[in-house]
């Protein structure tokens, strides 16, 4: 995601209104205000355990200064940070493992006070969480555990079971972004990096491996980006991306190596506090160390501790997984700060997510649907796959299923917001999975049609309600089992247009989007045409490309149907190049049709007025030339958007 210039935290003088505007049309972004930098450390072996708190501003460099007390003498303790509070669990008190999880006010200095307990009596776990929960997981009872179990932040009480880890480790590193909360490394020692879905509850799934197997490798991180830093034997720094699954990379190096240290950040930078090189080292550190998440270097000097310790955990109130508290990059901010009106007509964010070929990529582009420009990036799917099926409110984006790397087939549903580019997350899943299908939707639901799954059609259609979470639902059946469809809507009335069976069709159905039921006949096009792109205005629905009859060659037909009528297509005119396994996005006043073969996979965008007739002109290019992009809606201001 680009940067916001000139950026609030760097910033000084009068700002001038052109640097904002232009940045803003360039790159779709307008500077926000910074975010909150409190960090605290707490506990730890000095050499024995004490109750202290430390803390610092993370923006700034400096010594750590006395924030206040643990309840009680305490090391090895799991934290997380929500925007208010500092919560803190279990540890090692008075020669015993504990259950207590404490807490205390980041805006008032003073000493913790009781929450309640947590379902383990145990130490050395991995901590992390959002505003609305911390999770804590793994540790070490009389022996190592895989548990996980959460707490609700804004209140008080018991802990409550989540699931289980994949492997029974404790001295287990810990961060999260708003949805996924990362666990890794741990006494054997481990390379395995697993998560969980914050919102759900369940067993944590691998999420691939660490540079080098340790234990103590301990994680800050962005909204993007999750660091791990130190551990023991070999104190490396590496990194993953949230949103895809994968093996770490390389970082960089810490100032000090250390293991046994309390990390944190403020979703800018990260600092690694205190550490030895192994707990019963008596040779403990005071220093606090920086890095910057967004860049791959060295760490640098930040300051001390109050004194030297090792086993003492931290958080803060402004990590990756309080987004609210970033700064935000979103096309809908006007420079004065007011939201640009959003839905049919005036919603310019146009996405094009995931693709299959020439290789399988998670790559979402984002287009400025009113302009003529080429797609920068806005994030990515939480799984490289293409050939799903889309849909869209004027906030959110939903991608259902599609075709992953190794022909494997996803149920995935995926979510994104258009007023923050960044990383789709985790929705639900489909009830079939399946790939070729087609989205559509109106400002409440999102419905995806057919679709395919060796060796098989499907005729299912089901829908999600965009506004919540969670796995689809039965609407009714198509016609035909089909797949390859061009799909668009209006606010009432959805269209499904050609197709294949495998043979290609130019069948024309319809549903009424706010019910359930089975598609109704509505006409035909003008050709047999599969893997052609929808879109449309309030009133008009439009197809775009595909492949012909015989598909041996892809096509530069638009057709176009009033929605509210039935009856036949008629002839729009001609893409700029012919191309199939297309994709479409609108503002309900312009058609963008990007990607596709012709024959080679291509980057080229073109758009069309819908209310006119004629040939489309060109837009501009895509990111990577590629094809089988989701289809549907992707776009905050469709027609079916009224």
């Given at each position: 995601?680009?940067?916001?210039y000139?950026r609030r935290?760097?910033a000084?003088?009068?700002?001038?209104?052109?640097?904002?505007?232009?940045?803003?049309k360039?790159?779709g972004?307008?500077p926000q205000t910074?975010n909150q930098?409190t960090?605290l450390?707490?506990?730890?072996?000095?050499?024995?355990?004490?109750?202290?708190?430390d803390t610092?501003?993370?923006?700034?460099?400096?010594n750590?200064?006395?924030?206040?007390?643990?309840?009680?003498t305490v090391s090895?303790?799991?934290?997380?940070?929500?925007?208010?509070r500092?919560?803190?669990?279990?540890?090692y008190?008075?020669?015993a493992?504990i259950n207590?999880?404490?807490?205390?006010d980041f805006k008032s200095?003073?000493n913790?006070?009781?929450f309640?307990?947590?379902?383990?009596?145990?130490?050395?776990?991995?901590?992390?969480?959002?505003n609305?929960?911390s999770?804590y997981?793994?540790g070490f009872?009389?022996?190592?555990?895989?548990?996980?179990?959460?707490i609700?932040n804004a209140?008080?009480?018991?802990?409550?079971?989540?699931g289980?880890?994949?492997?029974?480790?404790?001295?287990?590193?810990g961060a999260?972004?708003?949805?996924r909360?990362?666990m890794?490394?741990?006494?054997a020692p481990?390379?395995?990096?697993d998560f969980v879905?914050?919102?759900?509850?369940?067993?944590?799934?691998d999420?691939?491996?660490?540079?080098v197997?340790?234990?103590s490798?301990?994680?800050f991180?962005?909204?993007?980006?999750?660091?791990?830093?130190?551990?023991?034997?070999?104190?490396t720094?590496?990194?993953?991306e949230?949103g895809?699954?994968?093996n770490?990379?390389d970082?960089?190096?810490?100032?000090v190596?250390?293991a046994?240290?309390?990390?944190t950040s403020n979703?800018?930078r990260?600092i690694?506090m205190g550490?030895?090189?192994?707990?019963s080292d008596s040779t403990?550190?005071?220093?606090?160390?920086?890095?910057s998440?967004?860049t791959?270097a060295?760490a640098?000097?930040?300051?001390?501790?109050?004194?030297?310790?090792n086993?003492?955990y931290?958080?803060?109130n402004?990590?990756?997984?309080?987004q609210?508290s970033?700064p935000?990059?979103?096309?809908?901010?006007?420079?004065?700060g007011?939201?640009v009106?959003?839905?049919?007509?005036?919603g310019?964010v146009?996405?094009?997510?995931?693709?299959h070929?020439?290789?399988?990529?998670?790559?979402?582009?984002f287009?400025?649907?009113?302009s003529?420009?080429?797609?920068?990036d806005?994030?990515?799917l939480?799984?490289a796959?293409?050939r799903g099926g889309a849909?869209?409110s004027?906030t959110?984006l939903?991608?259902f299923g599609?075709?992953?790397?190794s022909?494997g087939?996803s149920?995935?549903?995926?979510?994104t917001?258009?007023?923050?580019?960044g990383?789709a997350a985790?929705?639900?899943n489909?009830?079939?999975?399946?790939?070729?299908?087609?989205g559509?939707?109106?400002q409440?639901?999102a419905?995806?049609?057919g679709?395919?799954n060796s060796p098989?059609?499907y005729?299912?259609?089901?829908?999600?309600?965009?506004?919540?979470?969670?796995?689809?639902?039965?609407?009714g059946d198509l016609?035909?089992a089909?797949?390859s469809c061009?799909?668009?809507?209006?606010s009432?009335?959805?269209?499904?247009m050609?197709?294949r069976?495998?043979?290609?069709?130019?069948?024309i159905?319809?549903?009424?989007?706010?019910?359930t039921g089975?598609?109704?006949?509505f006409?035909d096009l003008t050709d047999?045409?599969s893997t052609?792109?929808?879109a449309?205005?309030?009133?008009?629905?439009?197809?775009a490309g595909g492949?012909?009859p015989g598909?041996?060659a892809g096509?530069?037909i638009i057709d176009?149907?009033?929605?509210a009528?039935?009856?036949n297509a008629?002839d729009?005119?001609?893409?700029?190049?012919?191309?199939?396994?297309?994709?479409?996005?609108?503002?309900?006043?312009?058609?963008?049709?990007?990607?596709?073969?012709?024959?080679?996979?291509?980057?080229?965008m073109?758009?069309?007025?819908?209310a006119?007739?004629?040939?489309?002109a060109?837009f501009?290019?895509?990111?990577?030339?590629?094809?089988?992009?989701?289809e549907?809606q992707?776009?905050?201001?469709?027609?079916?958007?009224?």
């Amino acid at each position: 995601m680009a940067n916001s210039y000139p950026r609030r935290d760097q910033a000084s003088g009068v700002w001038k209104i052109n640097q904002i505007t232009k940045n803003i049309k360039d790159q779709g972004t307008y500077p926000q205000t910074s975010n909150q930098n409190t960090g605290l450390y707490g506990g730890g072996d000095s050499p024995s355990s004490v109750n202290t708190i430390d803390t610092v501003q993370i923006n700034t460099a400096g010594n750590a200064t006395d924030f206040g007390d643990l309840i009680s003498t305490v090391s090895n303790p799991a934290a997380n940070g929500s925007f208010t509070r500092g919560i803190y669990s279990n540890g090692y008190s008075g020669g015993a493992n504990i259950n207590i999880i404490q807490y205390i006010d980041f805006k008032s200095q003073g000493n913790m006070a009781d929450f309640g307990d947590s379902t383990i009596s145990g130490r050395a776990r991995a901590g992390g969480g959002n505003n609305i929960r911390s999770i804590y997981g793994g540790g070490f009872v009389s022996g190592n555990v895989n548990t996980i179990d959460f707490i609700t932040n804004a209140t008080t009480g018991n802990a409550t079971d989540f699931g289980d880890r994949t492997e029974d480790r404790n001295t287990v590193g810990g961060a999260a972004n708003t949805t996924r909360f990362l666990m890794a490394g741990g006494s054997a020692p481990s390379t395995v990096i697993d998560f969980v879905e914050i919102s759900t509850t369940g067993n944590a799934t691998d999420f691939g491996d660490l540079t080098v197997a340790r234990l103590s490798a301990q994680a800050f991180a962005s909204a993007t980006r999750c660091v791990f830093a130190g551990g023991q034997p070999a104190a490396t720094v590496d990194y993953v991306e949230f949103g895809s699954l994968g093996n770490a990379t390389d970082f960089g190096d810490l100032a000090v190596d250390v293991a046994y240290q309390g990390t944190t950040s403020n979703s800018i930078r990260g600092i690694v506090m205190g550490g030895s090189a192994t707990p019963s080292d008596s040779t403990k550190k005071n220093d606090i160390q920086m890095l910057s998440i967004a860049t791959r270097a060295n760490a640098t000097d930040f300051g001390d501790l109050t004194s030297a310790r090792n086993n003492g955990y931290s958080c803060s109130n402004g990590h990756g997984g309080l987004q609210e508290s970033q700064p935000r990059a979103p096309e809908l901010y006007s420079p004065t700060g007011k939201v640009v009106p959003r839905g049919s007509g005036v919603g310019n964010v146009g996405l094009f997510a995931g693709y299959h070929a020439p290789s399988h990529s998670s790559e979402i582009d984002f287009i400025n649907i009113q302009s003529t420009s080429n797609a920068t990036d806005f994030g990515n799917l939480t799984v490289a796959r293409g050939r799903g099926g889309a849909g869209s409110s004027s906030t959110r984006l939903i991608v259902f299923g599609g075709e992953t790397p190794s022909s494997g087939v996803s149920d995935a549903i995926d979510s994104t917001e258009f007023a923050s580019m960044g990383n789709a997350a985790d929705f639900g899943n489909l009830s079939v999975t399946r790939y070729q299908t087609g989205g559509l939707s109106n400002q409440t639901r999102a419905v995806n049609c057919g679709g395919y799954n060796s060796p098989a059609f499907y005729n299912t259609i089901e829908y999600v309600t965009i506004t919540t979470t969670g796995n689809a639902s039965d609407f009714g059946d198509l016609s035909a089992a089909k797949g390859s469809c061009g799909t668009t809507s209006s606010s009432t009335r959805g269209l499904i247009m050609g197709g294949r069976t495998p043979s290609n069709l130019n069948v024309i159905e319809y549903i009424t989007i706010g019910s359930t039921g089975n598609a109704t006949d509505f006409g035909d096009l003008t050709d047999n045409t599969s893997t052609n792109a929808g879109a449309s205005s309030t009133t008009r629905g439009l197809s775009a490309g595909g492949l012909n009859p015989g598909d041996s060659a892809g096509v530069n037909i638009i057709d176009y149907v009033t929605i509210a009528s039935t009856g036949n297509a008629q002839d729009f005119g001609d893409l700029t190049v012919a191309r199939y396994i297309i994709a479409g996005t609108s503002n309900s006043l312009r058609a963008v049709f990007g990607g596709g073969k012709a024959p080679s996979d291509s980057n080229v965008m073109d758009y069309v007025t819908i209310a006119s007739t004629g040939n489309a002109a060109d837009f501009g290019d895509l990111i990577t030339a590629s094809s089988g992009r989701s289809e549907g809606q992707c776009s905050n201001g469709h027609g079916g958007l009224s």
